[in-house]
């Protein structure tokens, strides 16, 4: 069963706009939760993380938020740029050695 | 920049080949890992392995095997590949194990047997 799930799998913004992508959990002893951007033929690429003891973490124009207490987690992109267009993967750490990814979610931002 | 490189990008083999991946990183990471990635299904982990000649397993290690014999270097292993073994392949590396642990992956390897 599926314990990262990105149940968007796709989203179209404006370039400019925010987008908002979206992360649901279930197990409650993830200690740590990761996004990564993927570019077509090209592995994944780290992108930003959060700690499970932080409801916040930002870097240039994304923003992760962590809600705990509804095990939802989402990446904010402000302001969506061209670039951004790719497949997000959510993922979500159990002590380190275990990694579990969602789906994806394929990100176009229109110019 | 790390750099984590796959032997082949596409690669097709037919049911009941032996079949070899092999992942090589050059940042000196201890940890490195194989996923497989299906439409609908994320990326699953394989294999893991936190030193040479050490491994774990992961979700869903039936039908493989990994080998490090080499702190560099991290080779998937299909004993007998099966049609349901048709997938895309990512190796990836880290420099330690906890879960900020960012790790740093290959462009991909597709597999399609037949």
């Known amino acids: 069963d599926q314990q990262v799930k990105q149940n968007s799998p796709s989203l179209s913004v404006q370039e400019g706009r925010i987008s908002i992508l979206n992360c649901d959990y279930t197990n409650s002893m993830f200690d740590y939760f990761l996004w990564y951007k993927k570019y077509p033929a090209e592995g994944p690429t780290f992108l930003i993380s959060i700690s499970s003891i932080k409801d916040k973490n930002e870097d240039g124009r994304f923003t992760v938020f962590l809600n705990k207490s509804a095990k939802h987690l989402s990446l904010h992109i402000v302001p969506s740029q061209p670039g951004d267009s790719a497949v997000y993967f959510c993922a979500a750490s159990l002590t380190g050695n275990q990694f579990y990814f969602g789906t994806g979610t394929s990100l176009t931002v229109i110019p | 920049d790390v750099k984590v490189t796959q032997s082949s990008r596409y690669l097709v083999k037919r049911t009941g080949e032996k079949v070899f991946l092999e992942c090589v990183q050059d940042m000196d990471h201890e940890n490195m890992f194989w996923y497989r990635q299906d439409p609908g299904l994320g990326l699953r982990l394989i294999y893991f392995?936190?030193?040479?000649?050490?491994?774990e397993k992961g979700d869903i290690p039936e039908g493989y095997s990994v080998s490090r014999e080499k702190k560099e270097r991290f080779s998937l292993i299909l004993e007998s590949a099966s049609t349901n073994q048709t997938s895309m392949y990512l190796c990836?590396?880290?420099?330690?194990?906890?879960?900020?642990?960012?790790?740093?992956f290959g462009p991909g390897t597709r597999l399609t047997v037949t």
């Open positions: 990836a590396s880290s420099l330690w194990l906890a879960g900020d642990g960012e790790q740093y």
């Open positions: 392995s936190y030193d040479v000649k050490m491994k």
